[in-house]
């Protein structure tokens, strides 16, 4: 997994604590930078109002001034939330220009250098919501003290090319850094949003750069495998986890060519019984219907399997086989009829391919 390992139901969200997205902390860092760079008075806390009227305090953890220019950080704090950015200090540096606000990338803030993302490229990876809430806070505290709104804001995390190495930016076509995220302000614990909506990025990016074929795979074995047998590039390797629903739902009205589906014999069986997360959570394989199937083409009893793994070391590969075309036959409905050509591959643990259907 990379920026989530888990996502856990909505009940579970309410008893865990929520925390603020990197866009949030950016915004407060702005507001406190910009009171010291016009008042001269240095913040020890920031409060700032978010779309759905949650109003933060941020504690400032660093604080820098010049004769030009004020640098403001704040850690970010995910809450309950396994977020990799947790404890990354987000700074902004603020200095007055002529004319416009300008949003550059500081060390650890990454660059757009493919198309398909909602930032141009050649721009800091900093997305429309995040710039839209700096933009509001500047222009509403230069009201405060009667300052034109031109300003320069660099946001740099330091450490941050690192943390990004365990994130899906470089596949997306974010190089050098992380992303300035978020559109509410919060972050959800566990929430399943954020890794849907990376999984939409993926697929923009990959409509994009005219990439044909891509691919969505429940775990790191299988995409290495499929990727290996299609010989594909990282930006086609969707990083859809459980959540194949949600992949399948956007190239529904986002299409490519060709799309494959990977994953262990488990998973892609609860995707060949119509489940649209396969998380053990929310989704299980529904042995008496996989007895079914094998008994049709006599491969044994499995109606007291433990697993799908159990059942496929009853009845051998054949089963995989009959797995692998019945999810196919799911997919292809979930994408109603789409003329995206689609074929999934099963595989065991130890990479081996254990069944195909095209």
Same mark, same amino acid.
């Given at each position: 997994?990379?920026?989530?390992?888990? =996502?856990?139901? !909505?009940?579970?969200?309410?008893?865990?604590?929520?925390?603020?997205?990197?866009?949030?902390?950016?915004?407060?860092?702005?507001?406190?930078?910009?009171?010291?760079?016009?008042?001269?008075?240095? *913040?020890?806390?920031?409060?700032?109002?978010?779309?759905?009227?949650? /109003?933060?305090?941020?504690?400032? !953890?660093?604080?820098?001034?010049?004769?030009?220019?004020?640098?403001?950080?704040?850690?970010?704090?995910?809450?309950?939330?396994?977020?990799? /950015?947790?404890?990354?200090?987000?700074?902004?540096?603020?200095?007055?220009?002529?004319?416009?606000?300008?949003?550059?990338?500081?060390?650890?803030?990454?660059?757009?250098?493919?198309?398909?993302?909602?930032? *141009?490229?050649?721009?800091?990876?900093?997305?429309?919501?995040?710039?839209?809430?700096?933009?509001?806070?500047?222009?509403?505290?230069?009201?405060?003290?009667?300052?034109?709104?031109?300003?320069?804001?660099?946001?740099?995390?330091?450490?941050?090319?690192?943390?990004?190495?365990?994130?899906?930016?470089?596949?997306?076509?974010?190089?050098?850094?992380?992303?300035?995220?978020?559109?509410?302000?919060?972050?959800?614990?566990?929430?399943?949003?954020?890794?849907?909506?990376?999984?939409?990025?993926?697929?923009?990016?990959?409509?994009?750069?005219?990439?044909?074929?891509?691919?969505?795979?429940?775990?790191?074995?299988?995409?290495?495998?499929?990727? !290996?047998?299609?010989?594909?590039?990282?930006?086609?390797?969707?990083?859809?986890?459980?959540?194949?629903?949600?992949?399948?739902?956007?190239?529904?009205?986002?299409? $490519?060519?060709?799309?494959?589906?990977?994953?262990?014999?488990?998973?892609?069986?609860?995707?060949?019984?119509?489940?649209?997360?396969?998380?053990?959570?929310?989704?299980?394989?529904?042995?008496?219907? *996989?007895?079914?199937?094998? !008994?049709?083409?006599?491969?044994?009893? $499995?109606?007291?399997?433990?697993?799908?793994?159990?059942?496929?070391?009853?009845?051998?590969?054949?089963?995989?086989?009959?797995?692998?075309?019945?999810?196919?036959?799911?997919?292809?409905?979930?994408?109603?009829?789409?003329?995206?050509? =689609?074929?999934?591959?099963?595989?065991?643990?130890?990479?081996?391919?254990?069944?195909?259907?095209?």
């Amino acid at each position: 997994m990379k920026a989530y390992s888990v =996502c856990m139901t !909505s009940e579970t969200d309410i008893r865990l604590k929520r925390g603020w997205t990197t866009g949030a902390c950016a915004t407060a860092a702005t507001k406190a930078a910009l009171y010291s760079l016009w008042s001269n008075e240095k *913040l020890d806390i920031v409060s700032i109002k978010l779309p759905k009227g949650e /109003t933060p305090v941020f504690n400032i !953890s660093y604080y820098e001034k010049k004769k030009k220019w004020v640098e403001v950080g704040i850690v970010k704090d995910a809450g309950d939330d396994p977020d990799v /950015t947790h404890g990354a200090l987000i700074k902004v540096k603020v200095e007055e220009i002529e004319t416009g606000i300008i949003f550059c990338a500081g060390p650890g803030v990454g660059i757009v250098t493919k198309p398909g993302l909602p930032i *141009l490229v050649g721009e800091p990876a900093i997305n429309p919501m995040p710039r839209k809430f700096i933009t509001e806070v500047i222009v509403e505290t230069a009201k405060v003290f009667n300052k034109s709104p031109n300003i320069k804001v660099t946001i740099s995390i330091p450490n941050g090319k690192k943390i990004a190495e365990n994130t899906w930016n470089a596949r997306l076509g974010i190089k050098h850094g992380l992303s300035i995220l978020g559109t509410t302000g919060i972050v959800r614990p566990f929430s399943c949003a954020a890794w849907i909506a990376s999984i939409h990025r993926g697929i923009d990016v990959a409509i994009a750069t005219e990439t044909n074929h891509v691919a969505g795979c429940t775990g790191s074995t299988s995409e290495a495998v499929v990727q !290996s047998l299609y010989k594909l590039p990282d930006h086609a390797m969707l990083d859809m986890g459980d959540f194949s629903g949600g992949l399948l739902k956007y190239l529904r009205r986002h299409p $490519v060519k060709k799309l494959t589906i990977g994953g262990g014999i488990g998973k892609i069986t609860k995707l060949a019984q119509g489940a649209k997360d396969l998380h053990s959570r929310r989704s299980q394989v529904n042995f008496d219907i *996989l007895n079914d199937w094998s !008994s049709e083409y006599e491969l044994g009893d $499995v109606s007291n399997a433990n697993t799908a793994l159990d059942a496929l070391e009853i009845c051998g590969p054949k089963l995989a086989e009959i797995v692998a075309v019945k999810a196919l036959s799911c997919i292809k409905i979930q994408l109603r009829q789409s003329e995206i050509v =689609c074929d999934v591959v099963v595989v065991d643990r130890a990479g081996k391919i254990m069944g195909r259907a095209s």
